[in-house]
């Protein structure tokens, strides 16, 4: 279910992007050329948070804490693999911290590597669009 969000936030990510980005706008200033990224990180890191929370409440749910936030920081601590281990759950439920672990760490990848996907194509669009203004005159000489 997790991954399927994180799948679905990366996919929406992308395909936002694509219909945003295009060449570098002119006049358009650095932040009119970037938005489209910026607003695919955030949308990607609200993705993480939104499971951050999940596997937050679903600790809740299996009796391990009894307060919201200790959960979340709980799973935020797992979720990101930094494994402080001032919080330890029960016995019972003590491998739920290393499969959130290995979650995070693909939820973390998959989100590393869309968004390294976005720069290149980001820099390919722009690279193009240096070229063909160069090539009809219209760039430095």
Same mark, same amino acid.
């Given at each position: 279910?997790?991954?399927? *969000?994180?799948?679905?936030?990366t996919y ?7 219909? /945003? ?5 002119? %006049?358009? %200033? ?5 938005? @489209? ?20 409440? *679903? ?17 935020a601590v797992?979720?990101?693999? *930094? ?13 739920? %911290? ?27 669009? /722009?690279?193009?669009?240096?070229? /063909? ?6 760039? @430095?000489?």
């Open positions: 279910g997790l991954l399927a *969000l994180q799948a679905a936030a929406w990510s992308v395909q936002f992007y694509v219909r /945003q980005a295009g060449p570098e706008l002119p %006049g358009g %200033g650095l932040f009119a050329n970037v938005r @489209p990224l910026l607003i695919v990180m955030i949308a990607m890191m609200l993705g993480n948070f939104i499971q951050i929370v999940i596997w937050g409440v *679903l600790f809740i749910c299996l009796g391990e804490f009894s307060e919201f936030y200790e959960a979340v920081y709980h799973s797992n979720l990101t693999s *930094l494994g402080y281990g001032d919080v330890v759950m029960s016995a019972r439920w003590k491998l739920m %911290g290393p499969l959130e672990a290995a979650n995070g760490v693909l939820m973390f990848g998959m989100t590393s590597a869309a968004l390294m996907a976005i720069l290149q194509q980001l820099i390919k669009v /722009q690279f193009e669009a240096r070229r /063909q203004n160069s090539h009809s005159g219209k760039g @430095p000489h």
